[in-house]
C-alpha cells in the first residue's frame, strides 16, 4: 500500500516519517502538497544542489533546481520538511514547508548574508569540551545563536572524563551554568558512558542539532547517541586540543530511542546575525538590572542611576559578563546595520553626536587650564 500524507489510514502518529519528526502540524501544512499528488520528506543531507530526502518509501535523491531564492536563508537545509516528486529521474524537491525554527550564522564573506545551519530543530546541543580550558565568551556566543534560533539550548560538557575531580568538575559546570542561565548544563563522557543517558532523555523523540567548535568531540557524541560507530572520529591535537573537519557536511541521523540528530561540521567562526533577542535571553540579569536604570535608555558607561553599573561596583555582576555583552550588542548592531538603513543611520547620528560631545568637553577642558 502506498503512503502519503492524506491516506485516511496514516495518522501522525503511525505514519513512515513518525521518527523522523512528522506530525500533526506538518501534515496540516502539506495538506495541500498532497492533493497535487506530492510527497512529503525531510532533508537529511544537502551537497551541490542536491539532498537525499527520507520519504514514506524510502531515501531518495533529490534535485533542488526548482527552489533556488535570491535569499541565502531559503535555500534548502538539512532538518528542511519537503514536497518531492513521487517519481522520475531526477526527482525534484517542489517546495519547502515554512519552517519552525532555524539555526543561522553570519558567513565569513564581507557580504551581508546570513547561513543556515539547521532547520526546524528543538535542542541545540553546544559541545564544549573540557579537554581545554572552557571559553565562556563562546559559550555566550553559541547560545546567543541557539536562544535566536527558537530552539531550546543544552550544553555539554564533552570528554569530562578529562577531569577525573569530582569536586573540579563540579566547579566547571556551576561557571557554565552562571554562564548559562536557564539552561541545562551536563558533563559527559562518550568514553565512559557519564551522563550519556540523561542526554538521551532529554533529547529523544525531537529533533536536536550537535554544535561546537572542531575538537570538541562532537562526532563521538552523535556515537554514542546512537549506539553504533555512524560517524568517523579522528584525534585532536594534544597541544591545544583542536582537532580536524571530521564531519564535512550536515547529517540527520535517527536515534534508537526516537528522535533525530543533525550532527554539523566544526564551526571555526561564529558569528551573530541578526541576534538580538538572542543575546538579551543569554545575558537575562544585566537586561532584568537595565530595567531599573534611571534612562529608559541608559548605556550603561557613566549615566548617573545605572542599575547595571551599581551591580558591577558591587560585586554581583561580574565586568567578564557585561563586557562580552557589550561586545556581542555591538557585533550585532553591526551586522543588522549592513541590511537595515535606517539602522545604519541611527548609528551614523551617534557617532556625530558622541563625537561633539567629546570635543566639547575638550574645549571646556582647555578653558580650564588657561
Not at 150 to 161: E, F, M, R, S, W
Not at 192 to 200: I, K, N, P, Q
Not at 343 to 357: F, N, V
Request: proline content about 5%; glycine content about 10%.
Amino acid at each position: 500500500m502506498s503512503f502519503s500524507a492524506a491516506s485516511p489510514e496514516a495518522s501522525s502518529a503511525s505514519h513512515p516519517l513518525a521518527p523522523y519528526g512528522w506530525d500533526e502540524g506538518w501534515e496540516a501544512e502539506f495538506t495541500p502538497y498532497a492533493a497535487q499528488g506530492l510527497l512529503p520528506g525531510r532533508v537529511v543531507r544537502v551537497d551541490r544542489g542536491q539532498c537525499d530526502v527520507v520519504t514514506p518509501g524510502g531515501t531518495v535523491r533529490a534535485d533542488t533546481e526548482f527552489v533556488v531564492p535570491r535569499d541565502p536563508l531559503k535555500v534548502v537545509c538539512t532538518g528542511d520538511w519537503v514536497a518531492v516528486d513521487p517519481g522520475g529521474d531526477p526527482q525534484y524537491v517542489r517546495t519547502l514547508l515554512p519552517r519552525r525554527t532555524a539555526f543561522v550564522r553570519s558567513t565569513s564573506s564581507k557580504r551581508s548574508e546570513g547561513q543556515i545551519l539547521a532547520a526546524n530543530v528543538d535542542h541545540a546541543i553546544i559541545a564544549v569540551p573540557l579537554a581545554v580550558e572552557l571559553d565562556l565568551g563562546r559559550v555566550e556566543r553559541f547560545l546567543a545563536l541557539a536562544w535566536e534560533s527558537g530552539a531550546q539550548p543544552l550544553v555539554v560538557l564533552t570528554k569530562a572524563d578529562l577531569v577525573p575531580d569530582p569536586t573540579g568538575l563540579s566547579y566547571l559546570v556551576d561557571d557554565v551554568e552562571t554562564t548559562a542561565p536557564g539552561v541545562q548544563v551536563l558533563a559527559v563522557s562518550a568514553a565512559t558512558g557519564e551522563g550519556v543517558d540523561v542526554l538521551s532523555a532529554v533529547v529523544s523523540g525531537s529533533t536536536s542539532v550537535l554544535l561546537g567548535i572542531s575538537g570538541a568531540g562532537k562526532s563521538t557524541l552523535a556515537n554514542a547517541l546512537l549506539g553504533e560507530d555512524v560517524m568517523e572520529v579522528r584525534a585532536t591535537r594534544e597541544v591545544d586540543g583542536k582537532g580536524r573537519h571530521t564531519t564535512t557536511t550536515r547529517n540527520l541521523l535517527a536515534l534508537p530511542g526516537g528522535g533525530v540528530l543533525i550532527d554539523t561540521p566544526g564551526l571555526r567562526g561564529v558569528g551573530l546575525w541578526d541576534a538580538g533577542q538572542g543575546v538579551g535571553q543569554v545575558f537575562a540579569e544585566i537586561e532584568e538590572l537595565a530595567e531599573e536604570c534611571r534612562f529608559h535608555d541608559c548605556a550603561h558607561g557613566s549615566e548617573p542611576g545605572c542599575a547595571v553599573l551599581a551591580a558591577l561596583e558591587d560585586g554581583s555582576l561580574p565586568e567578564r559578563r557585561l563586557e562580552s555583552y557589550r561586545k556581542l550588542l555591538r557585533e550585532n548592531q553591526r551586522i543588522v546595520a549592513k541590511t537595515d538603513a535606517r539602522l545604519r543611520a541611527e548609528i551614523r547620528r551617534d557617532w556625530r553626536l558622541k563625537g561633539a560631545e567629546g570635543r566639547a568637553a575638550m574645549e571646556a577642558k582647555r578653558g580650564r587650564i588657561r
